[in-house]
């Protein structure tokens, strides 16, 4: 079964810095998708950036980029010039490629303070 | 707009007492699930369906029950709730990823209290 682990319970940034979150997976499949969602205190799930693992190019999504290390399994989220609206929970995301497979696995998450 | 709607979004109910979380989505999608949200636990899921009459067991069913009778609708149900179903509850929908490149959409989020 997939795991995916986020080492990070809590993150603090100054406003306008940059800010990484960790998240590694541990799978034995060769195809699938990663995510990072934010959950603002509103709790709504909202996609953040996604990444598929056959394309070796980094996703980018404006202020947010990942690093994707496929043979390291690991998916770091950078947030750059960090705003107060980034503030929220981060969870990072796994779903298989295989068909008929939609769960998503989620990380225990990661809060992330935006200091002003 | 593409919508996935939950009701309730708040529920406070008692032990034991069957009570059941409705979950519509408006995009003809094939797939929907149910994953409950506790802290220090990230999202889980409880339940999915890849079709009409197509259910099967996520990670923590127990307690639970689903129903896939019409494409739009996948209702949670909670025969006989406990405390430790306390949570808050998100119903999410996807289309057949060949058709509609991996997005996933949630719905707002139920929190649900047994007392």
């Not at chain 1, 950036?49 to 770091?76: D, H, L, M, P």
Request: with cysteine; aromatic share 12%.
């Amino acid at each position: 079964a997939q795991t995916v682990t986020q080492s990070q319970p809590e993150m603090s940034v100054q406003e306008a810095e940059t800010v990484t979150l960790s998240c590694t997976y541990d799978t034995s499949e060769s195809d699938y998708y990663l995510f990072w969602y934010k959950q603002p205190p509103s709790r709504q799930m909202i996609l953040v950036i996604r990444q598929e693992a056959y394309k070796q190019q980094n996703a980018t999504e404006n202020r947010f980029s990942v690093n994707f290390q496929k043979a390291a399994k690991s998916f770091s989220l950078k947030i750059s010039d960090s705003q107060l609206g980034d503030a929220a929970m981060y969870f990072c995301a796994y779903r298989s490629a295989e068909g008929g497979s939609e769960k998503l696995v989620f990380g225990k998450g990661t809060k992330l303070t935006v200091n002003p | 707009e593409a919508q996935v709607t939950q009701n309730p979004r708040y529920l406070i109910t008692v032990t034991g007492k069957k009570l059941t979380v409705t979950c519509s989505q408006n995009m003809n999608h094939e797939y929907m699930s149910w994953y409950r949200q506790d802290p220090g636990l990230g999202l889980r899921q409880i339940y999915y369906s890849m079709n009409v009459e197509v259910t099967d067991k996520g990670d923590v069913p127990e307690g639970y029950k689903v129903s896939r009778k019409e494409k739009r609708n996948f209702p949670l149900i909670l025969e006989s709730p406990s405390p430790n179903q306390t949570s808050l509850y998100f119903c999410a929908s996807s289309s057949d990823r060949r058709y509609s490149g991996n997005t996933i959409y949630f719905g707002e989020g139920s929190w649900l209290t047994v007392v």
